[in-house]
C-alpha cells in the first residue's frame, strides 16, 4: 500500500532552517507529482510547495518562495522540503502528499489534486 512518511520537523529559532523528507513507498514514486502543504493551528490546510515527476517545473506559495526548495531524488524515492530563513508564521504541522495524476507538467495546487498523505511533521519557529 502507498506509504508516506515524514521527517525532519522540530524546533528552530526566527532565521534558521530545517530540512523536511518524505520517504515514499507502495508505488511508482517516480511519475507523480509530490507536494508539501502545511496546517498552522486553527487554520485550513495551505499549498506550500509542489515538484513534478521529473524534478521540474517547480511551484510555490507566495509565503514561501525565495526562502523554501522543493527538491526529489527519484532513486530514493524520496521527496525534500528544504526551508531557510523560516519565520515564526511557518510554524506548522508539514505535510508531503502524492498526487492522484501521473505524468506531465502540472501546477497541483489544491488539496484535491492529491489522494496520500503521509502523517505530518511539527515545525515550530520561535522568535
Known amino acids: 500500500q502507498v506509504q508516506l512518511v515524514e521527517r525532519g520537523g522540530g524546533s528552530v529559532q526566527a532565521g534558521g532552517s530545517l530540512r523536511l523528507s518524505c520517504a515514499a513507498s507502495?508505488?511508482?514514486?517516480?511519475?507523480?507529482?509530490m507536494g508539501w502543504f502545511r496546517q498552522a493551528p486553527g487554520k485550513e490546510r495551505e499549498f506550500v510547495a509542489a515538484i513534478n515527476w521529473n524534478g521540474g517545473p517547480t511551484y510555490y506559495a507566495d509565503s514561501v518562495k525565495g526562502r523554501f526548495t522543493i527538491s526529489r531524488d527519484n532513486a530514493k524515492n524520496t521527496a525534500y522540503l528544504q526551508m531557510s530563513s523560516l519565520k515564526p508564521e511557518d510554524t506548522a504541522a508539514y505535510y508531503c502528499?502524492?498526487?492522484?495524476?501521473?505524468?506531465?507538467?502540472?501546477?497541483?495546487?489544491?488539496?484535491?489534486?492529491?489522494?496520500?498523505w503521509g502523517q505530518g511533521t511539527q515545525v515550530t519557529v520561535s522568535s
Open positions: 507502495g508505488y511508482l514514486f517516480s511519475i507523480y507529482t
Open positions: 502528499a502524492k498526487s492522484r495524476t501521473y505524468g506531465g507538467n502540472y501546477n497541483l495546487r489544491l488539496e484535491a489534486d492529491y489522494d496520500y
